[in-house]
T-cell receptor, first 111, second 115 residues
């Protein structure tokens, strides 16, 4: 089982749609959680951190469920510019430090 | 955006060559990272430095040798690489020790091709 698993995608949605990405992690020692965005042939950039209480930034909402070891990202009112790969990232601390990236979910938003 | 820079951006090398990748961060951060991103695979953490001391080496072959001369610079020395080492090599930095929940800022990467 992969340490961080994401929806395989790709997701093809029309502009204005609401889209949800799911991510599960296997290590209960996972401490911090993030969503990054990576455009084609570009570096990953932080989209938002994910907190247990849930957090929202404009059209983006992230949720964390520690009991189920599950993270989600909701994008409302999709824009063409949201087209990218969305990476679920988990930091694990078990004496050593690991940052584990999911394989990413590709999103295509079409006019 | 020039917080984290990497050179060269593209590199083609033979299996017998020796080359180095350079990363520089202008953010005043204390931790720096090397990642490998192969086609259709997740990013893989290779090395972590905190205050110029290597704190993690995630089972990376010895043909990859990192060097961190100061908190702003990170190098990845390459020698006798294999074609399967062809990938995008990304450098990142973060404010604090990697044991603290912290955002990582990535450079644009070096696209490496090994012939």
């Amino acid at each position: 089982r992969k340490e961080v698993e994401q929806d395989p995608g790709p997701f093809n949605v029309p502009e204005g749609a609401t889209v949800a990405f799911n991510c599960t992690y296997s290590n209960s020692a996972s401490q911090s959680f993030f969503w990054y965005r990576q455009d084609c042939r570009k570096e990953p950039k932080l989209l938002m951190s994910v907190y247990s209480s849930g957090n929202e930034d404009g059209r983006f909402t992230a949720q964390l469920n520690r009991a189920s070891q599950y993270i989600s990202l909701l994008i409302r009112d999709s824009k063409l510019s949201d087209s990218a790969t969305y990476l679920c990232v988990v930091n694990v601390n078990t004496g050593g430090f690991k940052t584990i990236f999911g394989a990413g979910t590709r999103l295509f938003v079409k006019a | 955006e020039t917080g984290v820079t990497q050179t060269p951006r593209h590199l083609v090398m033979g299996m017998t060559n020796k080359k180095s990748l350079k990363c520089e961060q202008h953010l005043g951060h204390n931790a720096m990272y090397w990642y490998k991103q192969s086609a259709k695979k997740p990013l893989e953490l290779m090395f972590v430095y905190s205050l110029e001391e290597r704190v993690e080496n995630n089972s990376v072959p010895s043909r990859f040798s990192p060097e961190c001369p100061n908190s702003s610079h990170l190098f990845l020395h390459l020698h006798t690489l294999q074609p399967e080492d062809s990938a995008l090599y990304l450098c990142a930095s973060s404010q604090d020790s990697p044991r603290v929940s912290d955002t990582q800022y990535f450079g644009p990467g070096t696209r490496l091709t090994v012939l």
